[in-house]
């Protein structure tokens, strides 16, 4: 994580090379899980750690040009599968929830 966060501050194309690979991966997953014969449910639950309690771990603007679509997408799929969908932060991710 460290590492990540350095090079979102000073190494950008690893950053976003990091990000894009993690998110294909992340929506495939969740997306073959969803679509597993014998998934019923109403509720999906995910975490992710994007804030201390002080506020983001970056800037609100890299979360909303990096992270937000991948989310986004991954609530789409939810949403298509009549689930309520939540997102478990343990921060203040206030900035980003404008």
């Known amino acids: 994580m460290?590492?990540?966060l350095l090079d979102l501050a000073g190494n950008i194309k690893m950053a976003e090379a990091v990000v894009k690979?993690?998110?294909?991966?992340?929506?495939?997953?969740?997306?073959?899980?969803?679509?597993?014969?014998?998934?019923?449910?109403?509720?999906?639950?995910?975490?992710?750690?994007?804030?201390?309690?002080g506020g983001m771990m970056f800037a609100p603007t890299d979360f909303k040009k990096y992270f937000l679509p991948i989310w986004k997408s991954l609530i789409s799929m939810v949403k298509s599968k009549n689930m309520i969908f939540s997102w478990h932060c343990c921060g203040n991710a206030n900035d980003v929830l404008r």
């Open 2 to 4: 460290d590492k990540f």
């Open 21 to 53: 690979e993690v998110g294909t991966f992340v929506l495939e997953y969740n997306k073959r899980y969803l679509e597993s014969p014998g998934i019923v449910g109403e509720y999906f639950a995910t975490w992710d750690d994007v804030a201390m309690q």
